[in-house]
């Protein structure tokens, strides 16, 4: 019920406003719902990335994990080496 109709003015004092705080009562019950919805996928996202990082301090703290590191492993050419091969076949 909205009283903002019942609203009378006292023609002896100075102009006088109101609040009707039931008027509030459905905006506060909505703005909570929705805080509490966002609550809970933050809940979810914490539980997500905190058991990401149970698993990779898991295999972190194995000893029996190893990184993988490819078989074909090259010598890294040196810049140095480029520029005297190129000068010895000038």
Do not use: H, R, W
């Not at 003015?9 to 006088?16: Q, R, S, T």
């Not at 000893?63 to 010598?75: F, L």
Request: proline letters at 3%; glycine letters at 2%.
């Amino acid at each position: 019920m909205n009283y903002y109709e019942k609203y009378e003015e006292n023609k002896d004092c100075e102009e006088i406003l109101g609040v009707s705080y039931q008027s509030f009562i459905p905006l506060l019950i909505k703005v909570v719902q929705d805080q509490q919805k966002e609550i809970e996928e933050l809940k979810q996202q914490k539980e997500f990335i905190s058991d990401k990082l149970d698993t990779i301090t898991s295999l972190i703290n194995d000893s029996s994990a190893t990184i993988p590191i490819s078989d074909s492993q090259q010598n890294p050419l040196l810049y140095s080496d480029s520029i005297s091969s190129l000068k010895q076949t000038v």
